[in-house]
């Protein structure tokens, strides 16, 4: 099962810009998720095409299952 941390931003227009990192370590730490993203906006390094980030929205981990068939 695929894991990755989706970090979601609000950008200076209002619009949201993710971030995906796979397989982060568990367990998630919500202080310390809180504080990168906190980070990652003072920096001020990610160009987004929705502008530039201004606040932590939300994190998630998502988890996807695939099942590959071999087509006979």
Excluded: C, H, W
């Excluded at 227009?13 to 568990?26: M, V």
């Excluded at 095409?49 to 099942?67: D, F, H, P, Q, Y």
């Amino acid at each position: 099962m695929a894991k990755s941390l989706e970090l979601t931003f609000v950008t200076d227009s209002g619009k949201l810009s993710r971030l995906s990192i796979d397989n982060p370590k568990e367990p998630i730490d919500p202080v310390a998720v809180k504080l990168a993203m906190e980070q990652i906006v003072a920096a001020d390094v990610f160009q987004t095409m929705n502008g530039n980030l201004v606040s932590a929205k939300e994190a998630r981990v998502i988890e996807r299952n695939v099942t590959a068939y071999e087509l006979v």
